[in-house]
C-alpha cells in the first residue's frame, strides 16, 4: 500500500502538530502520519490526496485550485531537488529519518519554501520550524515502526 500525497504537503507533514481545519480532516491526518511513521511509503499525486479526502466535501474547498497546484509545482521542484532525486507525479517516495531530516533543514533555511509563498499558516510553520518541530508528528524515527 502507499499513501497518495499532493507534493506541497510533503512541506506541511514537516511541522504538523495535529491540529487542521475539522475533526475529520485532524482524524485522517493522524492516520496517515502513523502509516507513514510506520514505514509505509507515498505516491505523489497531481491534485487531491489522501490528506484532502475529508475536505473535498467541504464548502469552500480549495483542493482543486488553481493556485494550490500552483504550490505542488514549486514543491515538487524544490523537494526533489533538496533529496537529489527525480520527483515526479506518479513516483514512489520513501520518507527515511534521513530523508525528513534534510528536509526539516531545508525547512528551516528557506531553500525549501517557494511553495509556502502566500499561505495563510506561513507564520506558525516558522514558528515551529524556528522551534526544533518540538511536538511534530512527523517522527524522525520514520520508516523504523514508531508510531506518531
Ligand atoms: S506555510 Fe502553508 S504550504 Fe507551507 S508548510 Fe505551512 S501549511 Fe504547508
New binding site residues.
Given amino acids: 500500500m502507499t499513501i497518495s500525497i499532493r507534493p506541497?504537503h510533503l512541506?506541511?507533514m514537516?511541522?504538523y502538530l495535529g491540529k487542521g481545519y475539522t475533526p475529520d480532516f485532524v482524524h485522517g491526518y493522524n492516520k496517515i502520519i502513523r502509516r507513514l511513521n510506520a514505514g509505509e511509503a507515498i505516491e505523489i499525486v497531481s491534485g487531491p490526496d489522501d490528506i484532502c479526502r475529508p475536505m473535498l466535501s467541504e464548502d469552500g474547498c480549495h483542493c482543486h485550485d488553481d493556485s494550490v497546484r500552483d504550490?505542488d509545482t514549486r514543491a515538487l521542484a524544490q523537494v526533489g531537488r533538496v533529496l537529489g532525486i527525480d520527483l515526479e507525479n506518479g513516483g514512489v517516495l520513501l520518507l527515511t529519518p534521513e530523508r525528513i531530516s534534510v528536509l526539516r533543514t531545508a525547512f528551516l533555511d528557506g531553500s525549501v519554501?517557494a511553495?509556502?509563498t502566500g499561505?495563510e499558516?506561513?507564520d506558525l510553520?516558522s514558528e515551529i520550524s524556528d522551534g526544533g518541530y518540538r511536538a511534530c508528528r512527523l517522527s524522525i524515527r520514520a520508516g523504523q515502526g514508531k508510531d506518531a
Avoid: F, G, K, Q
Fill in positions: 506541497h512541506l506541511c514537516l511541522t504550490r519554501r511553495a509556502c499561505c499558516w506561513y510553520c
